[in-house]
Structure formats: structure tokens, C-alpha cells
């Protein structure tokens, strides 16, 4: 990780970058200084959730309750935010809406789907399903952050980022000039061209980025898949196995796997330093 600065640095005063527009992507983040690797550039806490319930109708309330909470700037902030539904959805969601809200004015029931409109398109995975040890899985919840929704996706974006209790900590993971655009991932970083593109549908865009320029997959494609599966230490084939198994594997599998671990350390290293990677950033 980068060094930390010094006691009294103004630069910590601020975030490292700006909100401007862009040339093709409205809104987007730029760096108003170099920022080093392993930099800290945002963090950010969640301002609106909804929790992913066993019901479309729960799932919904629990919206529509966390977005009339919104008040002042924080609601004009939330509702300047870019949305973007399919065109079908929203006749879909303007039924619903009129449904469940019978007594709301038409300005309303607008309102309602700009506001989810917006949550669909800029919502991260706060805290993900996970299955208890009971077989049970619990609710995952997605949420909305003011500031971390401005940054704009790019399939070799230079910030990685974490969400920790509702927080949004984001990471330089490179050297970014002073002026760059500081993008994220929304999709895992490891798909084919035609992967990432299908992906990024569901927010309505296609992405024109350097690495989507290339109509063939490259060496650095390819790299980044071995290097994905090598941080999972396991084959594709065994992945889904231990998947759809709730039972621990057997200590020998374990045991060898230990075994194999520097190697398979030693040989991500070494893909990652090819492809200009900070290697902290993946071994944290």
C-alpha cells in the first residue's frame, strides 16, 4: 500500500478527485492530483437500501419507506443521480406503483419510478446472501451511495473497492495523473469481451472502454482469467462442486491444497506484475 501521508496534509481534507462532465458518459470522476497506488480515494457510506425479501411486495415497501426518509439535500443529491430502466419495465413499474399507491397524484407515481429507476442503475451489494449453517440463506441488501454512484465503469478501471458495514472504501490500483478519470468495475474483471458486454446491459450501455475496443480476446484477457482462477485456488469444475456441496472437503483435498498454495501464489504474482497490477491490492 501506498505510504500514508503525513499529519496536517491538507489532501486528506478533500477526496482526491472531482465531479465534471464528461464527453460521453455524463457525469464522472477526475483526479485533481496524481494519486499513488494503494491510495484511499473514497470513502463512502450507504444512504439508501432495500432489502432483496422473499416477496417482490416486501422487498418493494422496504424502498419506498428508505426513500421517503431521504430528506433535504441528501433526497436532491439521490434524485440527481442517473436511472435507467428497459423501456418494458417501466410501464411494468408504473402499474405497480399505481397499485400499491391508489391514492398517489400521477406527479407521484413519476416520481416513485425515477426514484427506483435510479436505485436499479447505481445500487451495489451491501451485504450479500449467504447460507447459515442451518441450509438457511439470508437476505442480501442492496444500497445506493451518494458519492461512489458518480464514478463510471471502465472493464480496466484503476479503483478497486470494498463495503464493509455500509461503508465504501475505494483503492488506486495504479498510479492515476492528475485530470484521469477514475473508474470502477461493475462486472467481475475476468469475463471475454462478449461476457462483460451481455453484463453491462442491465445498465443500458454499451461500453466502449480501450480493453472493449479490441474485437478478439487479448493476452491480457486471457491473463486475467488465469489470474482469477488461481486466487480461487481451485478448477472451474471443482468450484461448482464444492457449490452445490454443504459438506467440508475432506482434510487430504485440504492438506494438498496448503501444499500448492506458494506456488499458486508465486505464479499469480507473476501474472499480476505482467499486466501492470499493484500486487497488494489482491492479497490484502
Not at 462483460?196 to 454499451?206: A, C, N, P, V
Not at 486466487?231 to 494438498?256: C, F, G, R, V, Y
Amino acid at each position: 500500500m501506498a505510504a500514508p501521508a503525513p499529519a496536517g496534509d491538507p489532501s486528506l481534507d478533500q477526496p482526491p478527485f472531482e465531479v465534471r462532465q464528461t464527453a460521453e458518459k455524463g457525469m464522472g470522476c477526475f483526479a485533481t492530483r496524481d494519486i499513488e497506488a494503494g491510495t484511499i480515494i473514497i470513502e463512502d457510506n450507504c444512504i439508501i437500501t432495500k432489502v432483496n425479501c422473499s416477496s417482490r411486495a416486501e422487498s418493494m415497501e422496504d424502498f419506498m419507506n428508505n426513500f421517503e426518509n431521504l430528506r433535504g439535500d441528501d433526497r436532491d443529491r439521490y434524485l440527481s443521480l442517473y436511472g435507467w430502466l428497459k423501456p418494458d419495465r417501466v410501464h411494468y413499474w408504473r402499474d405497480y406503483f399505481r397499485q400499491v399507491q391508489p391514492h398517489s397524484t400521477p406527479e407521484d407515481i413519476e416520481l416513485y419510478i425515477h426514484a427506483y429507476s435510479i436505485f436499479m442503475a447505481n445500487a451495489f451489494e451491501v451485504i450479500p446472501r449467504k447460507r447459515n449453517a442451518d441450509g438457511v440463506y439470508t437476505r442480501a441488501k442492496g444500497g445506493v451511495f451518494l458519492l461512489a454512484s458518480r464514478f463510471n465503469h471502465d472493464c480496466n478501471s484503476n479503483m478497486l473497492y470494498d463495503i464493509t458495514a455500509g461503508c465504501f472504501t475505494g483503492y488506486a490500483t495504479r498510479q492515476i495523473k492528475k485530470d484521469d478519470e477514475i473508474t470502477l468495475s461493475y462486472i467481475p474483471y475476468y469475463g471475454t469481451r462478449e461476457d462483460r458486454q451481455e453484463q453491462l446491459q442491465f445498465w443500458g450501455f454499451t461500453c466502449a472502454c480501450d480493453r472493449c475496443k479490441q474485437n478478439n480476446e487479448t493476452d491480457y484477457d486471457r491473463r486475467l482469467i488465469e489470474a482469477r482462477r488461481v486466487q480461487l485456488n481451485i478448477t472451474e469444475a471443482e468450484a461448482l462442486q464444492w457449490e452445490s456441496n454443504i459438506d467440508t472437503p475432506n482434510a487430504a483435498h485440504l492438506q494438498d491444497k496448503d501444499e500448492d498454495f506458494g506456488r499458486l501464489l508465486e505464479q499469480r504474482i507473476t501474472i499480476l506484475a505482467q499486466l501492470g497490477w499493484e500486487r497488494e491490492l489482491f492479497f490484502a
